[in-house]
């Protein structure tokens, strides 16, 4: 029995010497395939980079290439047509003086601030409801503005210019903001306190004269 084991097993000991000599070479071609592949990705993205002055090719990134600003660039927010619709925010839209433009917003919003005030307030009640509407409304627009001025005194220097903003996705380039510099800001702002005001006054008159309905809701006489 024990001849017959040996001469079983005699067969197969050729097999495996070979398979065991071609293992070195299989694993040496599949090395040699991953190498290639890898050479290859490096290939592609250097003409990249070339093509692209030194970048790779990128779809999304910060703005002017700088991460600390806190904005990206996409294809939507790079395209030229929200491109020209932000442009024509009062916000954004830098052929307008800044003080225009802060009066233009303080009107928007000024005229909606009384509102809340007037229906919510704590004395909605009473006959000073319209009163204590109107001036919650403008503390409200001086804590804002305030905030503002804070900002623009840490933001912004005396004679300091904002250099112009590239877009690094277009190839465009942006004219610095009059409103983001000292003189601008404190314009700005101005005009967001004076269009404000203003926005509060209309609208309290509209509702003390009756050309604004308020409906009685059973929930605020509680």
Do not use: C
Not at 45 to 58: F, I, L, S, T, Y
Not at 191 to 209: E, M, P, Q, R
């Amino acid at each position: 029995p024990t001849r017959w084991r040996e001469l079983a097993s005699a067969p197969a000991l050729p097999a495996m010497a070979a398979s065991m000599s071609l293992a070195p070479a299989r694993s040496a071609r599949a090395t040699a395939r991953v190498a290639r592949k890898t050479r290859a990705a490096r290939v592609a993205v250097k003409a990249a980079a070339d093509v692209n002055g030194g970048a790779p090719d990128q779809v999304i990134g910060p703005l002017n290439n700088d991460p600390f600003i806190g904005m990206f660039e996409t294809p939507v927010t790079s395209s030229p047509l929200v491109a020209s619709y932000l442009s024509g925010l009062p916000a954004y839209r830098a052929s307008a003086s800044p003080v225009l433009r802060g009066v233009e917003i303080g009107l928007a919003h000024g005229f909606f601030l009384p509102g809340p005030f007037y229906v919510l307030g704590p004395l909605r009640d009473t006959d000073m409801a319209l009163t204590a509407g109107a001036l919650s409304a403008a503390g409200t627009l001086l804590i804002a503005v305030t905030a503002m001025a804070m900002y623009g005194v840490v933001s912004f220097q005396d004679g300091e210019e904002q250099p112009e903003t590239s877009l690094t996705l277009t190839g465009r380039t942006m004219a610095a903001d009059p409103v983001q510099t000292a003189d601008g800001w404190a314009g700005f702002s101005g005009g967001v306190l004076t269009g404000g005001l203003s926005g509060i006054i209309w609208a309290t008159f509209l509702l003390n004269n009756g050309f604004a309905f308020v409906s009685e809701n059973p929930i605020m006489t509680y």
